[in-house]
């Protein structure tokens, strides 16, 4: 595991799934990383997602672009496209959760201003001063960089309400 609780195998699959996904798209090592920061909301290191890199090109489910200079091109194998989608189903099956646990929070305006918090469904919330929020599902708000932005600057607090786990 890495240092942050991700797998490798966990980093290797959201790479492939990726590209599977985007069968004509290709990037940079830095690329990778940075659209797996935003996009897949995952904080990694250069280092983790290279070690993955290499993993997929070993098993030849990525390929290296020749540009003719660096930084290298990755992208789909499309010779073994459909072995890279055998491998992420199995992946799933066999990493499924067996329950999922679902987390009710609250939000608080910690500001002396009007708060207006993006929720991951596109809505927001709107917040008085001092004012807390109804429950939300953690789901709103993980991974969000406003959301995270607005708690590190110390203008919203995030409280857990209530923790359920529901078998699948």
């Known amino acids: 595991m890495s240092e942050r609780g991700r797998s490798k ?29 935003r996009e897949e909301r995952i904080f990694t ?7 993955a890199i290499d993993w997929l090109i070993a098993e ?13 091109l990755y992208g789909i194998n499309r010779n073994r496209q459909r072995e890279a989608e055998e491998f992420l189903k ?18 608080t305006n910690r500001s002396p201003y009007l708060l207006i918090v993006p929720l991951n469904s596109g809505t927001t919330v709107h917040l008085a001063p001092g004012q807390s929020s109804g429950t939300v599902d953690d789901l709103e708000v993980n991974g969000s960089l406003k959301v995270e932005k607005l708690v590190n600057n110390g203008h919203l607090s995030l409280q857990v309400v209530k923790q359920e786990h529901a078998a699948k």
Not at 9 to 37: C, M, N
Not at 45 to 51: A, F, G, H, P, W
Not at 60 to 72: H, N, S
Not at 92 to 102: H, L
Request: aromatic letters at 8%; a negative charge.
């Open 45 to 51: 290191t250069v280092e983790e997602t290279q070690e």
């Open 60 to 72: 030849k489910y990525l390929e290296r672009i020749a540009t003719g200079g660096p930084p290298p």
């Open 9 to 37: 195998r966990d980093v290797q699959a959201e790479i492939l799934s990726y590209f599977l996904r985007h069968p004509k798209s290709a990037d940079t090592l830095e690329g990778v990383a940075r659209w797996r920061l």
């Open 90 to 107: 199995k992946r799933d099956t066999e990493f499924a959760p067996k329950e999922e646990a679902k987390v009710e929070i609250t939000l």
